[in-house]
T-cell receptor, first 112, second 114 residues
């Protein structure tokens, strides 16, 4: 069965600093991995997805994630944080049974 | 195209009652899935419908049920409400629901059970 672990329920970074949100997964191969973002009082929006075409995936709003099979990780990064990045971020995995499993989420705080 | 629409936006019920939530997917999308979001458990998959058939189901009791109509609109029903059912219920749609397809989420229905 697949599972997702997001390290850190809250992460704070200064504006302009690197954003790193961690995600480790457990899944049968090949996993389909996703990062979604949720702004206050809204549903989730897809940031990016990994589907085995390339290990480094670029998404919207300057975010990217790298799939590392040896570490079973799919961490989300952004070189320079912006105030508008403050939101909750969810990593998700979808396995062969087609069920999508979400991590518990990481709330990103941007400090001025 | 209009996005995924969920109604109502807020709902207050008492224990023992039942509730029906509605979801209208993006035009042309045939897959609709439902999720429960709570601060403690995060997002949990409830079920997925495709072309009026339930294609997948999460680990929720039988009090949680759903259906999909021929126009792809979906409803979710919760009977005999419990305090623990208080949550944000999110609906998502996609064109065919295949594994790597992007999901489009609605803004959710916030259910409070008193």
């Amino acid at each position: 069965a697949q599972s997702v672990t997001q390290l850190g329920s809250h992460v704070s970074v200064s504006e302009g600093a690197l954003v790193l949100l961690r995600c480790n997964y457990s899944s049968s191969v090949p996993p389909y991995l996703f990062w979604y973002v949720q702004y206050p009082n809204q549903g989730l929006q897809l940031l990016l997805k990994y589907t085995s075409a390339a290990t480094l995936v670029k998404g919207i709003n300057g975010f990217e994630a790298e799939f590392k099979k040896s570490e079973t990780s799919f961490h989300l990064t952004k070189p320079s944080a912006h105030m508008s990045d403050a939101a909750e971020y969810f990593c998700a995995v979808r396995g062969r049974d087609d069920k999508i499993i979400f991590g518990k989420g990481t709330r990103l705080h941007i400090l001025p | 195209k209009a996005g995924v629409t969920q109604t109502p936006r807020y709902l207050i019920k008492t224990r023992g009652q039942q509730v029906t939530l509605s979801c209208s997917p993006i035009s042309g999308h045939r897959s609709v899935s439902w999720y429960q979001q709570t601060p403690g458990q995060g997002l949990q998959f409830l079920f997925e419908y495709f072309s009026e058939t339930q294609r997948n189901k999460g680990n929720f009791p039988g009090r949680f049920s759903g259906r999909q109509f021929s126009n792809s609109r979906s409803e979710m029903n919760v009977s005999t409400l419990e305090l623990g059912d208080s949550a944000l219920y999110l609906c998502a749609s996609s064109e065919t629901g295949v594994t790597n397809e992007k999901l489009f989420f609605g803004s959710g229905t916030q259910l409070s059970v008193l």
